[in-house]
């Protein structure tokens, strides 16, 4: 019984370095594109929204993306890991400009029930990799009352932060000026909140998991 307690805890120690090696390669490989990624991500923020959108926040999304797919993409050939980095920036920077887009056609700050609900379902995407993409109004409702569940679960202040920038539509420097923080600390709680909303969300039953 010992042996095998040994051999299991030898085993996930192994499993726990491992991981660690793969996420120090996946981040020497980002880190040497980052700058033409980010450069790349510029480029195509519209000019009515570069005061709202953030290059530096679009790549912190898809680093968050990278890292949840480590063991899919760490071995990819270069070519094919910058495609994937890419398309994924892309991707975000639609889902970026959707978001604003929306609140500018709307009520200002003030967003409709239809705006907080597209708003939480734009969360959900954001996440990465969504285990489902809900197409009726009632299928987003329901998506979207599972993220403000979630939401609520997170830390006073990450919960403050996701809010901010993802319902209200704040930039880190404003959501920093009402917090009376850093717009470093800001980005940290940001990425910090979305990857503690991943996993509660991953660990809510859905209709067709058992409770």
């Known amino acids: 019984m010992a042996v095998e307690q040994g051999t299991e805890l030898n085993s996930g120690i192994n499993a726990t370095l491992n991981v660690a090696e793969l996420k120090a390669r996946l981040h020497r490989l980002l880190r040497s594109r980052a700058a033409l990624l980010q450069n790349h991500i510029e480029s195509r923020i519209p000019a009515s929204l570069q005061s709202r959108i953030s290059s530096e926040d679009i790549l912190q999304e898809v680093w968050m993306a990278a890292f949840k797919a480590v ?11 910058n495609r994937w980095l890419y398309r994924v920036a892309d991707r975000r920077l639609v889902s970026t400009v959707r978001f604003h887009t929306n609140q500018k056609r709307g009520a200002g700050r003030e967003a409709t029930a239809r705006d907080l ?86 660990s809510q039953p859905t209709k067709d998991q058992p409770q």
């Open 71 to 81: 063991h899919a993409v760490i071995d990819l050939p270069d070519d094919e890991l």
């Open 117 to 202: 609900t597209t708003s939480l379902v734009q969360i959900y995407e954001r996440l990465g990799s969504p285990q489902r993409t809900p197409s009726s109004l009632a299928a987003q409702n329901e998506l979207a009352a599972e993220v403000k569940l979630a939401i609520d679960q997170l830390p006073e202040d990450s919960r403050r932060v996701i809010c901010m920038q993802y319902i209200e539509g704040l930039n880190p420097l404003e959501i920093s000026q009402r917090l009376n923080k850093s717009t470093g600390a800001i980005r940290g709680l940001s990425y910090r909140g979305m990857l503690q909303l991943s996993r509660i969300i991953k």
